[in-house]
Structure formats: structure tokens, C-alpha cells
């Protein structure tokens, strides 16, 4: 993977220092703090988030999700999985204006056999490359099957899950996020979830190939990794959604997918029914690492 370089500080001349009048040592500029959002109110409504993206702020509720999950000014977070970066435009702002700092692990190139993912990481990166000032010192790590640290151990004060647990479990690698998440955050560290909620008593599917996940599983994994439910919120909760699609949660927006995945779209598809459903119902869950090692 990638990195960007770094930056070399070059020392002065000796020869010149010797026979020049000695001037104060000049100090590195200090990151920029203060000049973006300092609010998560006001990082949500940046005017650098499209249209399309804020249209579903009504189905995704950032400002409340973020802080029912604790996040705040300067705090380190790491975001698995951020995709095109939905939630990465909302939270890179935030921390860079106020000194905190974000690890964003995205996938494992190595995992990536379709095209379109690979694609995906590489305008991640690149959108991220081409706007530090906006985005911050965002280092970007990766999480996958044979990933490494996806930050330094005990360094995070958040990890966030974000709509990627039915992905994990269909490649087989749930258990090995929760760990990942675990390992990275700080003793009293908070991983927040958010996923599509399965029906109540809906026996776990492995493979989740509906996209749902029951929400007594997910905190299953999560206390088997060694957190503590703190809480679960109705925050992103959507009564309307009925699940059960022809094409699983992907039937409604917005994917809004009319066929089965890898095959043609197809045209006469009424997508009115599921378009009046919304998102999906999710469920919304905020862990605790334990201050203190577990008996």
C-alpha cells in the first residue's frame, strides 16, 4: 500500500552557522486548528458534502448518531471501511479543524478482485490526497483478511462501524474486526455500529446474504471480542421497512437494485413500493472497551 512521503528537514550549514550571527531557531508551523468545522452541526452542513449525500442525512441522522456515539473535538477516530467516504466528509473536517485525528481503514487491496472496488479505495485516497487542507492528516490504513493494525494499539478514542458487518461476515472476517477494533482503541474506548437490523429472533444468517444482521448477534461478537454494551438507540430505526425485498436490503435506497446482484438492471422493475419504505431500519450500538482488564 501507499504511503505518502515524508517531509525531510534539512540542517543548517555548519560552516555558515559558524561565521553568521546567531537568529532564533525557527519552529515547525503548527497544524491548522479552528479553520474548518468545529461543530459536527457545522461539518455535517459543509457546503463540500453533494446533494446527494446530504439528502439522506434524513435516514442516517450524523449529528445524532455522532454524538450518541461520543465523538468529539480532537479526538483520534478510526472509520473501518469508509467506502467513497459518506461519513469521511462529515468526520476528516471535523477533527482537522479542532486537532484530532482520523485512521481511515479501507479495504484490503490485496482482497479486491472486481475492478469497481479497487476503483472505489483508489478515488478514496485520491480525494483525500487532493484536499489536505479540508481533510486533514487522514492516514489511511487498510482492514481485510490478512490486514495488520488498522491504527497504533491504544491510540483511538472511537471506532466506528458504519453499514459494513453484513459485508464481514459474507467474507468471513466479523470476528476479525471486532478484534482489529479492540486492539486499537484506548482502554474505555467506544466502538460505535451502525447495521441493518434484522427481524428480533431472526436466527443469524453467516453469509447475511439479505444484508440484515440480527442485532443480538452483533452484540454477540462484539462482547466474544471483550467490549461491554453501553447502549443501543432507536436513532436510525425505520418501522416502515418490512424486510423482506427480492433483492434484499439492497432493493431499497439507495442502491435500489432491480435484479440480482451481477446481473442487467432491469427496466421494469417498480422500485415505488420500496422507494416509500426509506432506508433500512438499523440498529445503533455504542461498546465499551473496558478500562480495566476483564476477569
Request: proline content about 9%; hydrophobic content about 40%.
Amino acid at each position: 500500500m501507499l504511503y505518502p512521503s515524508r517531509r525531510l528537514v534539512l540542517a543548517g550549514a555548519a560552516a555558515l552557522a559558524a561565521c553568521s550571527p546567531k537568529t532564533p531557531e525557527k519552529k515547525a508551523p503548527a497544524p491548522a486548528v479552528g479553520t474548518g468545522p468545529t461543530t459536527l452541526e457545522a461539518a455535517v452542513a459543509g457546503a463540500w458534502r453533494t446533494p446527494a449525500d446530504k439528502a439522506r442525512d434524513a435516514f442516517r441522522h450524523p449529528v445524532e448518531s455522532l454524538k450518541f456515539w461520543g465523538v468529539k473535538p480532537g479526538q483520534t477516530v478510526v472509520e473501518f471501511w469508509p467506502g467513497a467516504g459518506w461519513y469521511t466528509d462529515i468526520i476528516a473536517p471535523f477533527l482537522a479543524a479542532t486537532g484530532g485525528k482520523l485512521y481511515a481503514a479501507n479495504l484490503q487491496t490485496d482482497d479486491l478482485a472486481d475492478v469497481p472496488a479497487r476503483e472505489v479505495v483508489a478515488a478514496f485516497r485520491q480525494k483525500i490526497e487532493a484536499d489536505r487542507k479540508r481533510y486533514g492528516a487522514v492516514e489511511i490504513t487498510a482492514f481485510g483478511r490478512t490486514s495488520g493494525p488498522v491504527a497504533p494499539a491504544g491510540s483511538a478514542d472511537i471506532v466506528l462501524f458504519l453499514r459494513n458487518l453484513h459485508n464481514w461476515m459474507a467474507a468471513g472476517i466479523a470476528e476479525k474486526a471486532f478484534r482489529d477494533a479492540f486492539a486499537a482503541l484506548k482502554p474505555g474506548g467506544v466502538l460505535g455500529v451502525e447495521e441493518h437490523r434484522a427481524d428480533p429472533g431472526e436466527a443469524p444468517d453467516l453469509l447475511a446474504e439479505s444484508g440484515y444482521v440480527p442485532q443480538a448477534y452483533a452484540v454477540r461478537l462484539a462482547q466474544e471480542a471483550g467490549f461491554q454494551l453501553a447502549e443501543a438507540s432507536e436513532i436510525n430505526a425505520n418501522p416502515k421497512d418490512t424486510k423482506d425485498h427480492p433483492f434484499g436490503v439492497w432493493t431499497l435506497p439507495p442502491v435500489r437494485r432491480s435484479s440480482p446482484r451481477g446481473e442487467p438492471e432491469d427496466p421494469a422493475f417498480d422500485h415505488s413500493r420500496f422507494d416509500a419504505i426509506g432506508e433500512s431500519d438499523r440498529m445503533t450500538l455504542r461498546f465499551v472497551k473496558p478500562a480495566q482488564p476483564q476477569a
